[in-house]
């Protein structure tokens, strides 16, 4: 008769499956993001990005069981690659308008070395879903929101430090700066336009020295020198 597996080999088995399971999402959900660039979120589904990422659609629908499902695990995943790859490099700067120079900087970088094909995946999906209700809409605006609401918290920090006038009304400049970067990734995605990024620094530049603090002198962070550079 058949011997029973220790239980240890049994729950170490279950471990390996539980973290195979996580890779094969996350393997997922970064085709599902790249994808969405190109094709769009509400394009996004179950078969497409079977095909796509070279898999059966049972596997995919083993991690989801609907098109909706895997629109807003998508952006959540979209939201932790932007942490990644634009928020956790732009916090590495002083605080202060180093700090917001250097948040504005890590998305032109973002834009500059190609992470996804289609710029942005929150201003593409934003444009594309801005007339359509509904869960998704719900759900990306939400996680929208939190991080211009990130910017703004750099922005406050650097008025409460001193470095930008006590006058300032952080919203507007979050407001003022968020519109640079749309028309930044706008310009260099679909009109192919190689000075862009660079037309988009020299205004954020040029916006931080007029909220900056009287007789302050805003320095360029070293990400956006190396940025200038470039």
Not at 96 to 104: L, T
Request: some cysteine.
């Amino acid at each position: 008769m058949p011997i029973p597996a220790p239980a240890s080999a049994m729950k170490s088995a279950g471990r390996r499956q539980r973290a195979d399971g996580a890779r094969s999402r996350q393997a997922i959900l970064k085709a599902a993001i790249e994808l969405a660039t190109v094709e769009g979120l509400d394009g996004l589904s179950i078969a497409r990005l079977a095909e796509h990422a070279g898999m059966s659609k049972s596997g995919l629908f083993a991690h989801f069981k609907s098109k909706e499902e895997l629109q807003l695990a998508t952006i959540d995943a979209a939201a932790e690659a932007f942490e990644r790859e634009v928020t956790q490099p732009g916090m590495a700067a002083p605080p202060g308008v180093a700090r917001i120079e250097s948040q504005c900087e890590a998305f032109f970088s973002y834009l500059e070395r190609g992470v996804l094909q289609g710029g942005c995946f929150f201003a593409a999906a934003a444009a594309e879903f801005d007339a359509k209700p509904g869960p998704v809409k719900d759900h990306l605006r939400g996680v929208y929101a939190r991080l211009l609401a990130a910017l703004t918290e750099v922005a406050r920090e650097a008025r409460d430090m001193g470095e930008i006038a006590a006058t300032e009304d952080v919203d507007q400049l979050t407001f003022e700066l968020d519109a640079l970067l749309l028309g930044a990734n706008f310009a260099y995605v679909f009109f192919g336009d190689p000075v862009a990024l660079e037309r988009a620094r020299r205004g954020v530049r040029a916006r931080l020295e007029r909220a900056a603090a009287p007789g302050r002198r805003v320095k360029p962070s070293a990400r956006a020198a190396a940025g200038r550079r470039a």
